[in-house]
């Protein structure tokens, strides 16, 4: 009787008993008027919910908060200014067309955005794509005939509600991409901010373009070849940037009501023009690449000259229509990837709507595409920024928008006057509060089925690229959950001269080997029941281990009997 032993023995009332708790019945009708009035209550003629607009107390209106998205906005704007640009110089595209991306996906996209604190703008993930598509297809102008197909099948994907994609990466594969966004922010940055302008803002590939040197090997040059006039400037914008958060400066309003970030621009600007003025070859010089490089237009005339425009004829070429597509799958899957991370970064937790935000960015695509721009996402550099910087409504995205119309337009001499080691101070905090110490801490603490997907993640990231730092973290991860799902799905118990197998979750072909092993132990000359009325869901896999089991009862004298399996009965070859 060892086979007997190795069952747990069970009263014969816990077999009989299902483990179910039933909730209290309720009518489709009563569902239906509660989801109705649900939905009557969250909606509002200003296009947000109540949700939104009130959080445990908290008033989350876009007027009650205009101070703090002001603030946050500007902040954002002094982040986007400098990787606009360096990602149309990456792409090889235009300058002012990252500028018109930043500018369409602040304003436009935000107006129908789904997240309330995402921000959007030309994205490092699409340069690779971006500078080989312009390549292929010949032009800019036939580029941009891509980039609005692109925003069309992003509103179809909106409407086919791919946006619930999203909700399938696991939070720690969320975490880990956050934590390597922070790491490789401070990888790229510490060159700037020690005079090595040689590399683009925004670019977060391991390998360098020239394919020779990577983002370690361009830290060791930057250290061996840095600047003391950089250095200074980002030294003292680091200080200003760690003491203004400090209770003994916010306890001062006035000093409250002025971001960090734009003291630390002004202090940037002031020190490098008082080294030119003092010491004249010792300072941060715009034809060495240390300075911002906005285009500058002297009349509204050149401004239009710098624009430029889709060529139609391009859709004439299938290639058109292939990199459309890609620009389509690789921005919206950045997107969700980006807006999953901003709803884990939200302090009041707000849920975005994923299926709005993918037909919000094909609508800033599209036009983006007629106007000039390179193609948008929603991008986490910026969208964390915001939170760091106390945004909370959709306005600060706006103001970041507004303010690079303005910077365009109105001050772009002004503007080419800040040192990027200013600016990459800002990030260097920025890359900081994402991957502080203390959230390596908690993964580690909450167990390897979680530490494990987010190291790996975070490594992949950081010496490769996103997209496959988060699918190979979603390849570990889900090895994880089949692992968990794979054990503890069969229970085997014997009562009263009756084996019963049940089966205590639904059942996919990854139970199959523990369903085997179950089955094993059940000896010749007994009586079986099989009970599925913990499952909603068996798979044909699981019917087929079960039919051929079935078959074999005949043999070895076992008498088989189903509960709870209903219409899926029908399914099991039975021998009696």
Not at 249 to 264: E, F, G, K, S, T
Not at 534 to 541: G, H, K, R, V
């Amino acid at each position: 009787m060892e086979d007997r032993e190795s069952v747990q023995q069970l009263p014969v009332d816990n077999i009989a008993a299902g483990d179910k708790q039933n909730a209290p019945p309720q009518s489709d009708q009563a569902l239906h008027d509660h989801i109705v009035q649900a939905e009557s209550l969250a909606s509002d003629p200003d296009g947000q919910t109540e949700v939104q607009r009130t959080h445990h107390g908290v008033d989350l209106s876009i007027r009650s908060n205009l101070r703090h998205d002001i603030s946050a906005g500007l902040v954002v704007f002094l982040v986007a200014l400098p990787l606009c640009l360096g990602i149309a110089l990456a792409s090889g595209a235009p300058l002012m067309g990252g500028i018109i991306s930043g500018i369409i996906g602040g304003i436009v996209v935000t107006i129908f955005s789904g997240s309330e604190l995402s921000v959007s703008g030309p994205a490092a993930g699409l340069t690779v794509i971006v500078s080989s598509a312009i390549q292929h297809l010949g032009s800019y102008p036939n580029f941009l005939t891509a980039v609005v197909l692109a925003g069309a099948l992003q509103i179809a994907f909106g409407y086919a509600r791919a946006g619930i994609l999203g909700d399938y990466v696991p939070s720690s594969v969320i975490r880990g991409m956050l934590a390597a966004i922070g790491i490789v922010i401070i990888l790229k940055q510490i060159p700037h901010a020690l005079g090595r302008d040689n590399d683009f803002e925004g670019d977060f590939s391991f390998l360098e373009l020239d394919g020779k040197s990577n983002t370690l090997s361009e830290l060791a040059k930057s250290v061996a070849s840095a600047s003391p006039e950089a250095i200074i400037i980002a030294l003292v914008s680091l200080v200003v940037l760690i003491f203004w958060e400090k209770p003994a400066v916010q306890r001062y309003r006035l000093l409250r009501l002025i971001p960090a970030p734009l003291v630390v621009v002004l202090l940037g600007v002031v020190l490098n023009e008082a080294f030119r003025v003092l010491f004249n070859d010792f300072y941060l010089k715009a034809a060495d690449g240390h300075l911002v490089s906005l285009p500058v237009a002297d009349s509204m005339s050149a401004l239009w000259k710098q624009l430029t425009f889709p060529n139609i004829s391009a859709l004439f070429d299938t290639t058109t229509f292939s990199t459309a597509l890609t620009l389509a799958i690789v921005a919206s899957l950045e997107t969700l990837l980006s807006l999953e991370a901003v709803d884990k970064l939200d302090p009041y937790k707000r849920i975005s709507d994923a299926n709005r935000e993918l037909k919000a960015q094909g609508i800033g695509n599209m036009i983006s595409g007629l106007l000039g721009g390179l193609p948008m996402t929603a991008v986490i550099v910026r969208s964390s920024a915001n939170v760091y910087a106390g945004g909370r409504t959709r306005m600060s995205a706006m103001v970041h928008g507004v303010l690079l119309v303005i910077a365009a337009v109105c001050t772009p001499r002004l503007l080419n006057l800040i040192p990027l080691a200013s600016l990459a101070s800002v990030l260097l905090v920025v890359g900081y509060k994402l991957a502080r110490v203390e959230v390596f801490k908690a993964m580690y603490k909450a167990g390897r089925e979680q530490f494990v997907p987010f190291m790996v993640t975070v490594l992949t990231i950081v010496f490769a690229d996103l997209l496959t730092g988060i699918a190979l973290g979603m390849i570990v991860a889900m090895f994880y959950v089949i692992r968990t799902n794979h054990q503890n799905a069969v229970m085997l118990v014997y009562a009263h001269g009756t084996y019963v197998l049940r089966f205590t979750k639904d059942m996919s072909f990854i139970n199959k080997s523990e369903l085997k092993d179950k089955l094993k132990r059940v000896p010749n000359d007994s009586h079986l029941l099989i009970d599925g009325s913990q499952a909603q869901c068996i798979d044909s896999d699981i019917y087929d281990i079960i039919s051929e089991f079935a078959q074999s009862t005949t043999l070895r004298n076992i008498q088989l009997e189903y509960k709870s399996f209903d219409a899926k009965e029908t399914h099991i070859a039975s021998p009696h």
